[in-house]
């Protein structure tokens, strides 16, 4: 490289380069120092305390059962969430009138953000599923929120319903994509509905599952905003997710040091999990 | 043909249906928002007929601090989002340009960081900014920067790729230098992907709430989604004032979408492709 185009190399990335490594790079490598240190963040010092935070988080049981929950959770919600997305994604795309309103009105919740989302939902499940129970007699819609199942549901319903419309965004991009030649081939084959979901849509959507499936993944293993508005982790704990234990465990507890072992692991096993992910996906979009 | 009308008609009818059960959050927080504490406790489900009142919006809105915490929301927002739009775009365009392993390995790490959860950054982050004097909304602008950085430099790289080397090349041969190149040729083709960068970052900046309830500590620095956090800690019981508010803190985002509603669903259709 010429003296002078290095120079120009460096004026343009520097200020965005700087920025991503102030805010991500040293906080991501200093939080694995930490990890190893008895940080609590009132008392200035921290020593090094070895493995002992790791062993803390492997004997602590919220932490787990906080994992369980995300976990399970997050395998429900990916489900739920693309196939809603999915199947409206056909309903739009299926040549009816009004479609583009529609798409409008699918899309609406997702540009709201989490918290906001979360209080309102916690208004229709305690009062207005309330209200229509006792109205309809029907005893299940009482008393929403107030166990950890009703708690657990409550989270899918919410994000299905936030983020089914971005899905559906992705796979109407999809659906496009399908020349409409091989519809047509199809169509003269005497091919049904079914068999052309099947063997044809299914197949050449599978990109924009790999997407839609990556994207949902990782926003529900993360979930913070939506579980604290919509049940603040209760009732008694019992449906904290990782995001909001790591957040607990820093600020409620004062144990930053733990915290940071916690959230090293998270890191972990989010990047194992998404990794994979992807790799399955992009197999079994060659295969098909 | 028969058969397929009347497939057509059930297929409308279906999409609507579930348009109406995706809307209807919305209108019981609306139509509760206009009735006195009485009335929704005495009924959820109905119109506020003799319960109506228009007394909430005045109350929120005080309560909310609506113009303070939009303004912050707003100005917060606007300059992050510019920025991201310049810094980024010089930043993806050099890196296409500049064909060296330094190049390539800065890029990598840009990727590989989407992968990084807030919450294993959180905590050294918020020491950072302490120690810099930084908890205050420059500093918050400066974070959504480093955050913003990955999507940003991904969408724009993949972008640049398409856009034709020989026209810069001409613009060199005419005696423009690098900035001037940038700015006079480069950026107005980077058109389409501006729009999408920007929509995609101004609804995360937007509606992000842990960031700022790490690192704003004064009342008169809150965005809208802490505002709203601190008042329903405060009037947990009040749902008449609660509703109001909510519906004031989505008016501003469902008005930019009705205006905007083409550009953000390109937006995001092009942002997900890459």
């Keep these: 490289m010429k003296k002078g185009s290095r120079l120009w190399f460096w004026v343009f990335i520097g200020p965005m380069l700087f920025a991503f490594l102030v805010v991500q790079v040293i906080p991501t490598l200093m939080g694995i120092f930490y990890s190893f240190t008895s940080?609590?963040?009132i008392t200035g010092g921290m020593d090094l305390v070895g493995l002992n935070n790791y062993k803390s988080v492997l004997a602590d049981k919220d932490f787990y059962k906080a994992f369980w929950f995300t976990a399970r959770f997050a395998i429900t919600a990916i489900m739920s969430i693309n196939l809603v997305g999915f199947l409206l994604a056909l309903l739009v795309t299926s040549g009816i009138k009004g479609s583009h309103v529609l798409r409008g009105a699918f899309f609406i919740p997702n540009l709201i953000g989490g918290l906001i989302l979360g209080f309102i939902w916690q208004f229709i499940f305690?009062?207005?599923?309330?209200?229509?129970?006792?109205?309809?007699?029907?005893?299940?819609?009482?008393?929403?929120?107030?166990?950890?199942?009703?708690?657990?549901?409550?989270?899918?319903?919410?994000?299905?319903?936030q983020m089914a419309g971005y899905m559906m965004i992705i796979y109407i991009s999809g659906l496009q994509n399908i020349p409409d030649s091989v519809m047509e081939a199809a169509a003269i084959d005497g091919a049904s509905k079914w068999q052309v979901l099947k063997n044809i849509t299914l197949p050449l959507v599978a990109p924009a599952f790999t997407v839609g499936i990556f994207l949902t993944l990782s926003n529900s293993f993360k979930l913070y905003d939506q579980n604290l508005s919509l049940t603040g982790g209760g009732p008694?704990?019992?449906?904290?997710?990782?995001?909001?234990?790591?957040?607990?465990?820093?600020?409620?507890?004062?144990?930053?040091?733990?915290?940071?072992?916690?959230a090293v692991i998270f890191l972990i096993v989010l990047a194992v999990v998404a990794l994979t992910q992807m790799y399955i996906s992009k197999k079994k979009e060659v295969e098909m | 043909m028969v058969e397929k009308k009347s497939n057509k008609i059930l297929l409308t009818l279906i999409t609507l249906f579930s348009a109406v059960l995706f809307l209807l959050p919305f209108y019981i927080v609306l139509i509760n928002s206009f009735k006195t504490q009485k009335g929704f406790l005495l009924d959820v489900l109905g119109l506020?007929?003799?319960?109506?009142?228009?007394?909430?919006?005045?109350?929120?809105?005080?309560?909310l601090d609506f113009i303070s915490s939009f303004t912050n929301s707003l100005y917060i927002t606007v300059i992050a989002v510019s920025l991201l739009l310049i810094l980024g775009s010089m930043a993806a365009w050099m890196l296409v340009r500049t064909k060296t392993k330094l190049s390539m390995f800065i890029f990598m790490m840009f990727s590989t960081a989407m992968?990084?959860?807030?919450?294993?950054?959180?905590?050294?982050?918020?020491?950072?900014?302490g120690k810099l004097?930084?908890?205050?909304?420059?500093?918050?602008?400066?974070?959504?920067?480093?955050?913003g950085a990955p999507l940003t430099i991904m969408l724009y790289h993949g972008f640049v790729k398409s856009v034709p080397v020989e026209i810069e090349e001409a613009a060199i041969i005419d005696g423009c230098g690098k900035f001037m190149t940038f700015w006079r040729v480069v950026f107005p083709l980077l058109k389409p992907i501006s729009v999408t960068v920007s929509i995609l970052q101004?609804?995360?900046?937007?509606?992000?709430?842990?960031?700022?309830?790490?690192?704003?500590?004064?009342?008169?620095?809150?965005?809208?989604?802490?505002?709203?956090?601190?008042?329903?800690g405060q009037f947990a019981k009040r749902w008449d004032l609660g509703l109001a508010g909510l519906v004031l803190a989505m008016l501003p985002i469902v008005l930019f979408y009705i205006a905007m509603q083409k550009y953000i669903i390109k937006g995001v259709m092009q942002g997900s492709i890459k």
């Design chain 1, 39 to 41: 940080w609590n963040g």
């Design chain 1, 126 to 161: 305690t009062k207005a599923f309330d209200a229509l129970g006792a109205r309809l007699g029907i005893e299940w819609l009482e008393g929403w929120l107030a166990t950890s199942t009703t708690g657990f549901w409550g989270l899918v319903i919410l994000m299905t319903w």
């Design chain 1, 236 to 262: 008694g704990g019992s449906t904290e997710m990782v995001a909001m234990n790591i957040y607990n465990t820093a600020f409620k507890f004062n144990k930053l040091g733990l915290a940071q072992a916690k």
């Design chain 2, 48 to 63: 506020p007929g003799q319960y109506f009142t228009l007394n909430n919006y005045p109350e929120a809105f005080k309560k």
């Design chain 2, 115 to 129: 992968l990084i959860p807030f919450q294993s950054v959180m905590l050294p982050l918020v020491r950072i900014m």
């Design chain 2, 133 to 147: 004097n930084l908890l205050n909304p420059v500093g918050i602008i400066f974070m959504y920067l480093g955050f």
């Design chain 2, 202 to 232: 101004a609804m995360w900046i937007w509606n992000d709430f842990l960031l700022p309830q790490l690192t704003i500590n004064r009342p008169e620095w809150q965005t809208i989604p802490l505002k709203m956090f601190y008042f329903f």
